[in-house]
């Protein structure tokens, strides 16, 4: 597991934002990309593409034959699964609340919606409330900015998390 400095970290946020760009232009399809919300600069680990690389898995087998493009890269910013996929924009975005909200991994991943203009979809635009913290009850985004919970209470949570999920089974359904 390798730890990434914060310019690494930005720079492959910024590379994230380019290709997210480039596949929009070249397939003209909506977009979804999916991160683990891992903390730290050692968010690429075997955990984090262990779960992504079963949540992908799960996106394929709802989506099937709409998906017109799919990858994973590997990196500073974690493993990032992208897929450009043949469907209406809101029920993509709609999707992706589902597997947020409903999935026993849900809370544990950032699935990003773009549309076919590379704007992104918020959960507020369909009325849904923003995402609450995992380990408390404030909005997740509060939580991250004032750092009120320590990198070990979050990923302690993500490990727990994913065993729960592999007690389940692999690629339980929401």
């Given at each position: 597991m390798r730890e990434?400095?914060?310019?690494?970290?930005?720079?492959?946020r910024e590379a994230r934002v380019n290709r997210i760009k480039k596949l929009i232009e070249h397939y003209n399809t909506p977009l979804?990309?999916?991160?683990?919300?891992?903390?730290?600069?050692?968010?690429?680990?075997d955990l984090t593409l262990k779960i992504i690389q079963d949540m992908s898995a799960l996106i394929y087998k709802?989506?099937?034959?709409?998906?017109?493009?799919?990858?994973?890269?590997?990196?500073a910013e974690g493993p990032v699964f992208m897929a450009a996929v043949a469907e209406d924009v809101i029920a993509l975005k709609r999707a992706a609340i589902n597997l947020e909200e409903?999935?026993?991994?849900?809370?544990?991943?950032?699935?990003?919606?773009?549309?076919?203009?590379?704007?992104?979809i918020?959960?507020?635009e369909l009325g849904f409330f923003r995402r609450k913290c995992y380990l408390c009850e404030d909005y997740?985004?509060?939580?991250?900015?004032?750092?009120?919970?320590?990198?070990?209470?979050?990923?302690?949570?993500?490990?727990?998390k994913f065993r729960e999920y592999r007690n389940l089974g692999t690629l339980s359904e929401i």
């Open positions: 990434y400095t914060a310019d690494e970290l930005l720079a492959s979804l990309v999916m991160r683990v919300n891992y903390p730290g600069l050692k968010k690429m680990n709802i989506f099937g034959e709409k998906i017109c493009f799919k990858s994973l890269q590997q990196g409903e999935h026993v991994l849900g809370r544990c991943l950032d699935v990003d919606v773009y549309d076919s203009l590379g704007k992104g918020s959960r507020l997740a985004q509060h939580c991250v900015r004032a750092r009120r919970h320590s990198e070990r209470e979050v990923i302690d949570y993500i490990e727990s």
